[in-house]
């Protein structure tokens, strides 16, 4: 899971069993060695710190799950591109935690009950056009979208033709997640509500023209 980090002015937050582990506390005085993904380093706040390349970006929790699947999309847009797609189509799917989840399918949407089709989303997309030569996208900025780096290397390396990946949603940082409860409990925040553990997946397959 990604780094949780907090600020505090005189001393660090504590709950009934001493100090919190799910959370990296810091003095206020060392936030300028961060950026915030908007505004500045509020205390007492709970940051999610990005996996990214660079210089560490911090999005408030309840944001987070939202911001990086938004950012994460846009990211394999541009690797698609960048490869020279001549067709790309992005579906939108949700999916619900199954109580038997070790006992729910594998790969992806293992430990998820039903998947259905959503319809009208931000993350709908269609392109067709005639493609080009592939180009290096360069390094992937985000480095927990698996499969596209390999999908990279297969367009690249191979002469690839079709590629799918799935972007899932972080469901630990949803706003109703034990986590989520247990920081709100210890007197820290979140930050703006986030979405529940309904899980979000994004499925995007792209064709490549033969070059």
Same mark, same amino acid.
């Given at each position: ?100 989840? %070790? @006992? ?8 998820? =009950?039903?998947?259905? #089709? !959503? +319809? ?59 986590? %989520? @409860? ?8 979140? =930050?703006?509500?986030? #979405? !529940? +553990? ?14």
């Amino acid at each position: 899971m990604s780094q949780l980090v907090s600020f505090y002015e005189t001393a660090p937050v504590t709950d009934k069993r001493g100090l919190l582990t799910d959370v990296i506390q810091r003095p206020m005085q060392v936030r300028s060695g961060y950026d915030v993904v908007e505004g500045e380093v509020v205390p007492r706040v709970v940051y999610v710190q990005a996996p990214i390349e660079g210089r560490p970006l911090l999005v408030p929790f309840g944001q987070y799950d939202a911001w990086s699947l938004r950012q994460r999309f846009e990211e394999a847009l541009r690797v698609m591109n960048t490869l020279g797609a001549c067709e790309i189509e992005c579906a939108t799917y949700s999916a619900r935690r199954n109580a038997v989840a %070790a @006992r729910v399918g594998v790969g992806p949407m293992a430990g998820w =009950g039903k998947v259905t #089709r !959503t +319809q009208s989303t931000d993350f709908d997309y269609s392109f067709s056009g005639t493609g080009a030569s592939p180009r290096d996208p360069g390094p992937i900025r985000w480095t927990n979208i698996p499969g596209l780096d390999a999908a990279k290397q297969s367009v690249l390396l191979n002469g690839g033709r079709r590629v799918e990946i799935t972007i899932e949603s972080e469901s630990e940082f949803a706003a109703d997640s034990d986590l %989520a @409860r247990r920081l709100k409990s210890s007197g820290l925040v979140l =930050g703006l509500e986030g #979405r !529940t +553990q309904a899980k979000t997946l994004l499925r995007i397959k792209a064709e490549f023209p033969t070059v």
